[in-house]
């Protein structure tokens, strides 16, 4: 039960609405603290925002996702995911963690990739795209 519980999570979310949603991994050990933080200064930003948190907590991996206050307009609250991403990612870098887990970058977080990667690790992750995709047809435009 627990299980389908976990799986049908995302199903719910769909049913229910947009969904501000975040793949991050974080050292265990910091995955309390990010998570009052982050409510404290999510809630403050945007009130009545709700929290589905869940995921691999025994790895560090989260599924951190937002919805809407209940009965707000949901294009007005997806309008803050720009400001909802900031705070996420943020609180995830100052916590030594990654804006993405086993989902990857993508789309979606491609521009701030490099707010939080350095210029030489941006380089080597370009030049080992380089070496393993010379022809530049694997994902083209996804990451790199």
Do not use: C
Request: charged letters at 25%.
């Amino acid at each position: 039960m627990l299980w389908a519980l976990r799986e049908n999570i995302a199903e719910a979310q769909r049913r229910e609405g947009p969904n501000i949603k975040h793949d991050i991994s974080l050292p265990v050990s910091a995955i309390p603290r990010f998570v009052d933080e982050a409510r404290d200064a999510l809630s403050a930003a945007l009130p009545g925002i709700r929290f589905v948190t869940f995921g691999h907590l025994g790895d560090g991996n989260l599924h951190y996702n937002l919805a809407g206050p209940e009965g707000a307009d949901q294009g007005a609250f997806m309008a803050n995911a720009r400001q909802a991403n900031r705070i996420v990612h943020d609180l995830v870098a100052a916590h030594g963690g990654s804006i993405s887990a086993e989902h990857g970058i993508g789309q979606l977080k491609r521009e701030e990739l490099t707010r939080y990667k350095s210029a030489t690790e941006m380089d080597l992750m370009r030049k080992v795209k380089a070496a393993l995709d010379p022809a530049g047809v694997l994902n083209p435009g996804k990451v790199l």
